[in-house]
């Protein structure tokens, strides 16, 4: 026997098409199929979707390995020609091992048979013997904390308990590659935790992990080294920390391209609204206090003065509505008075979607007296550091009168998104070090 | 020839699915196994009843007429059966396929063979109907000897027959979902094709008579008469057609779904 390679998965310019196979075909393949001769060329798809294109990577032996991208970035067919299940359209792949892929736990259950019964059958489809899976089955029985119900039909099994079974198979059957898709995002986070912990064991004995993750935080938890893909494309290759943070921003900056379009339409979707139906709120100076706002006026005020648009600004000066965590947000006011103006205050507040008050500040708090507002005017007010949270934030902008009456008063008047390269909780993200003494040592990362 | 191979190689697994197969059939049902002997029972008791009482049968080469159509209609069942559960086997258990890493030939192979069980299981009861016949249970009596020795060796030529059969419209029903629906018209065809109502030799001389001999399974059939229902060896070119056309759809069936094999993850 050669020696053994270091790599338990070897990839090398792997592609895969998909074919949508066309109905109008499906005679003459029929008759070619009759023939046996050019089955292949007779099946010509009518269509075709690249899943893959050109990926190489290897996985060395022993290592977690995990595969990020979005949704239809060929996660799942990557792991699923790992496993063995499809067949690359072109390239090489080689898996050296055994390999038990935890794809859809239970696969092959059938429901009218004893959870016993069919733990032996799907043992044995999973290429363990008769005799293996006897000697296994008090553990799986074990794992699986289904020893009351083991021999009622799995049709009576709930999901959760049928995929406790199916996961208690699936790594009795010792594979050298195991193959995990999200599947632990199922089952209470009792088991959930208990499937972690058996990943993770598997992992502490050399075995080789290939982990297919949307949760980012799993996938820095377990994973040695992280496959980025986006569009079917390799996007990098590196190690966990590092292909996260790319990932993040990517997916932030896709976001911000779609929430600066998605701003433009919304502010011209309510200058429309302005214009075609002066809301009823907004009464000519002098009328009575405005109504109230219900849940549906987003905007309110007697119109002493209009805002007449809301921008968020970057450090550059550009508008743009996706922010990192600590980069200065600009917002800007463009306001226009009814009439001169000498009693206005003009204010900003930052709130989460949850309503909570992030931040609320306005000229007056910040020792601003108002001398005149005679024409249109654009008031910036610059956070310089918004040691923010990862997440969408509202913001609420308003003018209005130093006793509180609203001239205009626009609430989630536009909305950013701030993302971090790290996976923190909470609103607050501060700037931050750790210190520590005496008898901890700790290792880079 | 590799894949061939494997085919044995996955003898623990065809058996454990053959058997939940048959476990899960019969499962919630009172009598269990008992029905794979009272169906086949419950059959022969209305044959007897109608061909004995009602419709009195004058050809002399096929009565017992009840205990004829028995011989011929057990084979069939598996037959038909075998057919079509094998060819929608792969469509039926598409999760396997898709999921896991799942030998597809195993499916047809299953499906074939649980009915095998089938009909195993009804052999008791044939067996108990030709010794009834032997006595004149019937009317006239059936001669009962070695001829009973063919029956092994007819279920493994039939077994291989079934076997290119269902590999060949399992992988074809993958592509081309048409075939489940046009299957039951030809099998409805078939079985009149085929002598289990009748032998070969009573029919009138004509070109329809000799289009009959052409169908592929004729061979099989006569024989199970032969060895069942009228006690004698068949003769070696009954043999040489049966064994023949067995190999041939085996050969024919399992090449076609070997050269579909890695499109069915995808398709199914």
Known sequence: ?445 | MERLRDLWRHRALIGVLVAREVKARYRGSVLGYFWSLLNPLLMLAVYTLVFQLLLPNRSPSTSPYALFLFCGLLPWNWLSSSITDGASSLLTHGALLRKILFPAEVLPAVAVLAQGVHFLLALPVLLAALLAGAFGAFGSRVPLGWSLAQVPLLMLLQAVLLLGIALFLAALTVHFRDVKDLLQTVLAVLFFATPILYTLRDLPKGRLTGLLALNPVAPLFSAWHDALFYGRFSPPETWAAATGVSVVSFAIGWAFFDRLRDSFPEAV
């Open chain 1, 1 to 445: 026997m050669s020696a053994r390679s270091p790599f338990a998965v070897e990839a090398r310019g792997l592609s895969k098409v998909y074919r949508r196979w066309g109905r109008s075909r499906a005679f003459g393949t029929l008759k070619s199929a009759f023939l046996g001769r050019g089955f292949g060329k007779a099946l010509a798809p009518s269509d075709t979707v690249a899943a893959l294109s050109d990926v190489s990577f290897d996985v060395k032996r022993g290592e977690t390995f995990g595969v990020i991208g979005a949704n239809g970035s060929g996660k799942s067919t990557l792991l699923k020609l790992v496993a063995g299940l499809f067949k690359p359209t072109s390239g090489t792949l080689r898996v050296d091992g055994k390999v038990s892929a935890l794809i859809e736990l239970g696969a092959g259950f059938h429901p009218e048979i004893s959870g016993r019964e069919n733990v032996v059958i799907n043992g044995v489809m999973l290429g363990l013997t008769r005799r293996e899976i006897e000697k296994k089955l008090p553990s799986i029985i074990e794992f699986s904390g289904l020893s009351e119900f083991i021999d009622e039909p799995v049709k009576t099994y709930s999901s959760g308990m049928y995929v406790r079974l199916g996961f208690a198979v699936a790594v009795h059957v010792d594979p050298e590659v195991l193959v995990v898709d999200e599947v632990l995002a199922v089952g209470d986070e009792a088991f959930a935790r208990r499937c972690l912990d058996t990943i993770k064991e598997f992992s502490a004995r050399g075995k080789t992990i290939f982990f297919v993750s949307h949760s980012l935080a799993l996938v820095e938890e377990l994973c040695d080294r992280v496959l980025y893909l986006h569009g079917g494309r390799v996007a990098g290759l590196a190690e966990p920390r590092e292909m996260l943070a790319a990932y993040r921003l990517n997916v932030s900056a896709g976001e911000g391209t779609r929430l600066l379009a998605e701003h433009a339409v919304e502010q011209e979707t309510l200058r429309a609204e302005e214009a075609s139906a002066p809301p009823a709120a907004a009464p000519g100076p002098g009328s009575e206090a405005p109504a109230p706002p219900s849940e549906r006026s987003r905007r309110w005020g007697d119109r002493s003065a209009t805002i007449d648009g809301v921008r968020l600004l970057g450090a550059d000066g550009a508008e743009r509505y996706a922010f990192r965590t600590g980069e200065a947000v600009t917002v800007e006011i463009e306001a226009t008075p009814a009439r001169p103006l000498a009693d206005f205050v003009f204010g900003v507040g930052l709130f989460t979607p949850e309503d909570v008050c992030v931040h609320g500040s306005n000229t007056e708090i910040d020792g601003f007296a108002p001398g005149g507002f005679d024409g249109t005017a654009r008031v910036r007010l610059t956070l310089a550091r918004c040691d923010l949270g990862p997440g969408t934030y509202l913001i609420d902008v308003a003018v209005h009168a130093r006793n509180g009456t609203p001239y205009d008063y626009w609430r989630g008047a536009c909305r950013f998104r701030v993302d971090s390269a790290r996976t923190e909780a909470g609103i607050w993200a501060p700037e931050r070090s750790w210190a520590t003494e005496g008898g901890v040592t700790w290792v880079r990362t």
